[in-house]
Each structure stands twice: as C-alpha cells, then as structure tokens.
C-alpha cells in the first residue's frame, strides 16, 4: 500500500504580500486625498460664493426699500442720539452688515437691536456690559466663509477693560466679509493714482455724520466694475501668506480687534504689501489679495479671493490681478475703464 499523505493548503497573506498591499493602498490614499481635499474645497467655496450672493441681493433690495445703501459707518449727530443717553459717550453706529439681516431672512435677530444707537452703547451689548438680548449675538452663517480654518475668537473684552468695562471674554459673532471704504494710499500709488487714501469705495464716506448713505448712481464706473463686499477671512485671528501670526492676543499682536460683524471698522482702506517677511507683515509694496488680512483682502481659497461686484454678481480675483486693475475696481468714480473680464 502507498502511504497516506496529507496535502496541507495554505491560508492568508505572507508578510511580504502584506507589505505590498500595504504600499498599493497606501499609494492610492496618496492619489485619492488631494482629490478629495480638492472637492470639500469647493464645495466651501462654493457656499462662500453664495453668502456673498446673498450679500449682493440684501444690499439692492435694502436700496430698494430706503432708496440708499447704507455707508460703510454712520456717527450718529448727538442731538439725533435717543434717551437716554449713551453713558460710554460712543456715537459709532452699527455697521452695514447688521442693517442687511432683515434682507437675509435674519429680521428677528436684527429686532433685537436699537439701530439708532451705538454699537458700543450698553443697550446693545449683553450682560454683563450691557442689557441686549444674548440671543443678539448668534452667528450669521451667510457672514462666515467655511474655508476659514478653525474657530477664530471675536474677543472684545480686551479692549472693553482698556476703556473701563467689566473685565473678561466679549465674544461677539464674526465675519469673513468686509465692505470696501476705499484705498489706503500704499496701494494708490502701486494703482498710479494719487499718493493719499481714498474713501472712494462703493461704501465709501468721508463724513459719517451727514454722509452715511449713499446713492447706486454715485457709482459712476458702473455697478459691474465695482467691488462691494470681499472676503477678509479669519479675523480676529491674523494670517499673512496663510500663516497665522506670532502671537495669541491683541497685546502682543496675533489678534486685530475689529472681527464682529456690527462693527464698522470691520470696513477697510485696502492696503498694498510687499509680502516679503512674517516678522515685518506690514511692509508696504503692490500686492494686494491674501498677503495680509489685517488691511488687504484675503482667503483661504488656492490663488485668489472671493468678491460680490455691485450688481450682485460674484467673481474670483487672482492673485495676480495688477494694482492698476484691482484698484480701478475698488473706486466708484475713478473714471477708470476695467473689468475682471
């Protein structure tokens, strides 16, 4: 008799075969990730596109309604300020960003708000500064870009203690939006316009008393070749070149005060920058889009910024745009003939 064998079989990987299963998925990951990271980046582009849309169609129907839009800022005149009077002696106005809410579906949180005083007047601020309604400072989704990274602080509290208030966290909703007031004068130059700043902005105003609002038809170089509203994403945080700042606090400077969107401040001069060196982000030079988001336009989207043109439309400016192009787009009333296209 032949004797018995037995035919013994083999299951699973060697760890050879492992290995270079390993290495297939681990090169797949590496192809699928970028694609994916692409998409969710549109996708939050996308929806930042959107609220900026928003934005457009809010500004032209509140003109619709009162015949005007309002300045980036109003000082409200002492004899037209309401009883009683503001005890912080502040006369600054909400900015344009609160007076749109009811155009986006937003009346009831506008409600809670008294329009005719102060932002900085304690009627207008919660506990324990003030008596608003703490429901008054939910955050606007319209006014916050997704591609912003993290949760950036819109702490006020500091500057309230410097001014004599109670002490501790004044944490009120932000913005990644900004209305445009005008050209700081680093950037007029770049522009070969004059060597001032301007307040010639589509919001732009010089006298917030009796200037603060302001008429389509001031907009002379056409509703299609002006900005109105661009991204200035992360504040209250401070990020040049896509690297936040050194720094935590508005002490030692990684944070900038103006974030919240009731503030008028949040309106800015658009500054020009070299972007040379973290460590002086200040510089001045001629580039102007996501160098520095303290006074320039920026974003956390690959190459340019997001801006709503005063006819509601939405565009990407490069990066690359010149200072020539990009300032003739800031002014209303240059006189000057560019477009995006």
Known sequence: MLPLT????????????????????????????????????????????????????AIHNHESTFKYMPAWGKDIAAADYPSPPNPLGQNAAHGPLLHLLPYLEQKSLYDLYDPKRSYLDPINMP?????????????VTAYLCPSTPGDPPGDYG???????????????????????RGLHRTLAVCAGMPDVSTNNGMLGSTDLER?????????????SN?????EQAGRQKLYFRNKSTPG??????????NSYYGDQNIARQLRGYSGASIADPEQPGCSAINVYNLNG????????VQVVLGDGSVRFVSETTSATVFGSLVTRDGGEVVSLD
Request: glycine share 12%; hydrophobic share 45%; with cysteine.
């Open 6 to 57: 037995h035919n013994r079989r083999r299951f699973g990987f060697t760890l050879v075969e492992l290995l270079v299963v390993i290495a297939i998925i681990g090169v797949l990951v590496g192809l699928l990730l970028p694609a994916v990271q692409a998409a969710r980046e549109a996708a939050r582009r996308m929806q930042c596109s959107n609220n900026l849309k928003q934005m457009g169609l």
């Open 127 to 139: 506990a324990p500064w003030g008596t608003l309604d703490p429901g008054a400072f939910t955050p």
């Open 158 to 180: 500091t500057y309230f203690e410097s001014i004599g208030l109670p002490g501790g966290s004044f944490n009120a909703p932000r913005t990644d939006y900004s209305p445009i």
């Open 211 to 223: 200037k603060w609002s302001i008429k389509m038809s001031e907009v002379t170089d056409g509703l």
């Open 226 to 230: 002006t900005i109105l509203f661009g």
């Open 248 to 257: 935590s606090t508005l002490l030692d400077g990684g944070l900038t005060l």
């Open 297 to 304: 336009l920026y974003a956390f989207h690959p190459g340019g």
